[in-house]
Nanobody, 124 residues
Framework: EVQLVESGGGLVQAGGSLTLSCAASGFTFDFDDYTMGWFRQAPGKEREGVSRIDISDGTTYYAGSVRGRFTMSSDDAKNMVSLEMNGLKPEDTAVYYC???????????????WGQGTQVTVSS
């Protein structure tokens, strides 16, 4: 079974930093054959893509709302990805989800596997 487990969520003040992690297990293929993504969903809002990374070559993508503030990275040996979030704003408050699919995953295409999410709350 494929399992994605997010960690690192919590409460942080505006302007602060927080790092989320996602541990992956049970993949059918090698970890470097996957694309990993972070999504978030705030109350009353649609789920939106935050970032993604192709494990094979480290290529990343960021939504415009987080570009320059968030950094996604991977640790291939640990089958993990992380999302370093800096300069957090109240509008970043959401449940953050880790997702995975065999690469490539074009923008707009649905991911196959999802974690349960971790809450990030940014206070003002």
């Amino acid at each position: 079974e494929v399992q994605l487990v997010e960690s690192g969520g919590g409460l942080v003040q505006a302007g602060g930093s927080l790092t989320l992690s996602c541990a992956a297990s049970g993949f059918t293929f090698d970890f470097d054959d996957y694309t990993m993504g972070w999504f978030r969903q705030a109350p009353g809002k649609e789920r939106e893509g935050v970032s993604r990374i192709d494990i094979s070559d480290g290529t990343t993508y960021y939504a415009g709302s987080v570009r320059g503030r968030f950094t996604m990275s991977s640790d291939d040996a640990k089958n993990m990805v992380s999302l370093e979030m800096n300069g957090l704003k109240p509008e970043d408050t959401a449940v953050y989800y880790c997702a995975a699919s065999p690469a490539p995953v074009p923008l707009g295409m649905e991911f196959d596997y999802w974690g349960q999410g971790t809450q990030v709350t940014v206070s003002s």
